[in-house]
């Protein structure tokens, strides 16, 4: 039925310039047949008007032959039938578009039930235009929460599914199907949504999948506490990329400098590890800890396959006995989130009280 409707409402400036062009020639035709009866052009096209309208006033001229009342007859009739038209037209024209986003907004919901396992993301700015398009690239199912007018017109006309209500409120996840969801990406740039849009979500679908950004660090850890399975910090990871292009060039080339190693990356991200570098500092623990202490005292949650000494030695798949420097850069593979792993090489060395002396 809704595409039936549709049909029918697709084309109101089409009919509309359609009827504009009846009235003109029809008042045309008529403006010309009483001239042609011996008025003037200008009581001509004034008498057409006054009958098209039916405003009533009286003739011009009196119409006192059988030439002049078949032509005012003529004019009656095909003038009103034209202004009828031309009123449906133009109500059409101003109508439809609320129609065909009533119809759009019905259309977007019954797509909406039919998904299962699919991922909601909430936010189409920046990072949920890419996160949109290399999932739709992927092949999967998803719908998109954003109530800003203009990035929701965008998303349309890219071909998502919107929903146009705040991520935030519950009935928007409600309506996004996050109760059949896989997994919800909430990348809104204002860390207290993300945090909020994380608890509904949470309680609204326990077995949830949540990956959630985060603009300043110290979030990281409210969003998980909140309920999020991984928090991504797109500044931080930014600063770390340059970081380590500036203090590791070498290996900063080795690991994202190809497309085989990029692709080598990928592969490890589908299997749920990362590849990172991590810097030593100056105060940490792991400083003159051995490799095998730092990969046992991880039960398994990384290795290290490369060590990039301050000194600008580079030592690939170190042995085991070897010990951490202070600035070394570890590059690793690990399937822990990046905050676990840079505590375990960054965390300061614990402070230990003797008597009145802490060591």
Known sequence: MNRAVSGLLASPFRNLAAVVGFVVAMV?????????AGWSLQDAFYMVI????????EEVRPIDTPALHILTITTIVFGCTAMILLTGVLVQVFTVGQIKELLGMNNVTSEIDKLKGHVIICGFGRIGVMLAKDLKDGGVDLVIL???????????????????????DESALKAAGVDRARVLATVVPDDAANVFITLTARSLNPTLQIIARGEMPSTESKLLYAGANKVVLPTHIGA??????????????????????????????????????????????????????????????????QLDRRSGEIITRPPGDTRIEAGDGVLIVTRAAAAVVRSAFQAPAERVRVGRNVI
């Open 240 to 305: 770390e990329r340059m970081a380590e292009m500036i203090l590791y060039p070498e290996t900063a080339r080795f690991i994202r400098g190809s497309e085989r190693m990029r692709d080598f990356d990928k592969s490890l991200r589908d299997l749920g590890l990362l590849m990172e570098v991590v810097t030593v500092t100056d105060n940490a623990g792991a400083i003159g800890q051995t490799l095998d202490e730092m990969e046992r005292r991880a039960k398994g949650g990384f290795f290290v396959v």
């Open 28 to 36: 045309v035709l008529e403006t010309i047949g009483y001239v042609l």
């Open 146 to 168: 954003e109530r800003d007018e203009a990035r929701v017109a965008r998303a349309r006309e890219q071909g998502y599914l919107v929903v146009d209500l705040d991520a935030a």
């Open 50 to 57: 006054l009958t098209v309208y039916s405003v009533g006033y």
